[in-house]
T-cell receptor, first 115, second 118 residues
Framework: KNQVEQSPQSLIILEGKNCTLQ??????????LRWYKQDTGRGPVSLTI?????NTKSNGRYTATLDADTKQSSLHITASQLSDSASYIC??????????????FGQGTTLQVKP | GAVVSQHPSRVICKSGTSVKIECRSL??????MFWYRQFPKQSLMLMAT?????????EQGVEKDKFLINHASLTLSTLTVTSAHPEDSSFYIC??????????????FGEGSWLTVV
């Protein structure tokens, strides 16, 4: 069964600190993995997208890693800011017909950054 | 700026009425759009895949007669919730894909539409 599991479910950190969010998946055949940031009541915004051959990708203070062998990904946030408070969703795409394949969503990690 | 626009962002309707939500891709053509719903503190759940010029493909458990999807052009898909009930109250989000068939194309999400049925 294709699944995406994220941990922790929620996280509280102080402003300026770093944090790492985890994503484990059992999706086959694998196409790509995406991290999204979703502010409360808003649509998700793409942070990174990685294919099988990519191990790491950065977007400003966000760095995502991918280990296709162990089927694990992480999202590292450096020097957190209050605006980083949001839900972070890991989405894995299964290779399939059409131009996007099937997306499998994780439950998300809710991050709260406190001053 | 937003590349996928949803309208309305919030709507309140009476039980038994129908409400339409629009999803537009800006600056690109989207042959496929996706509709999701999201309950509070839960992840997005795919409802249906909307293909331009053909019938939508619904996920298991989603009533096609209740959630009408029309993808009339390469930039517009609409979701109509018919005979709405309070349990239909939810956050509805669309997404559209740019790029060609294959790996790595970007998926853009709309800002979402809050539906409250009273």
């Amino acid at each position: 069964k294709n699944q995406v599991e994220q941990s922790p479910q929620s996280l509280i950190i102080l402003e300026g600190k770093n944090c790492t969010l985890q994503c484990n998946y059992t999706v086959s055949p694998f196409s790509n993995l995406r991290w999204y940031k979703q502010d409360t009541g808003r649509g998700p915004v793409s942070l990174t997208i990685m294919t099988f051959s990519e191990n790491t990708k950065s977007n400003g203070r966000y760095t995502a890693t991918l280990d296709a062998d162990t089927k694990q990904s992480s999202l590292h946030i450096t020097a957190s800011q209050l605006s980083d408070s949001a839900s972070y969703i890991c989405v894995v795409s299964a290779r399939g017909s059409g131009n996007t394949g099937k997306l499998i969503f994780g439950q998300g990690t809710t991050l709260q950054v406190k001053p | 700026g937003a590349v996928v626009s949803q309208h309305p962002s919030r709507v309140i309707c009476k039980s038994g009425t129908s409400v339409k939500i629009e999803c537009r891709s800006l600056d690109f053509q989207a042959t496929t759009m996706f509709w999701y719903r999201q309950f509070p503190k839960q992840s997005l759940m795919l409802m249906a895949t909307s293909n331009e010029g053909s019938k939508a493909t619904y996920e298991q458990g989603v009533e096609k007669d209740k959630f009408l999807i029309n993808h009339a052009s390469l930039t517009l898909s609409t979701l109509t919730v018919t005979s709405a009930h309070p349990e239909d109250s939810s956050f509805y989000i669309c997404s559209a894909s740019s790029g060609l068939r294959g790996r790595g194309n970007t998926i853009y999400f709309g800002e979402g539409s809050w539906l409250t049925v009273v």
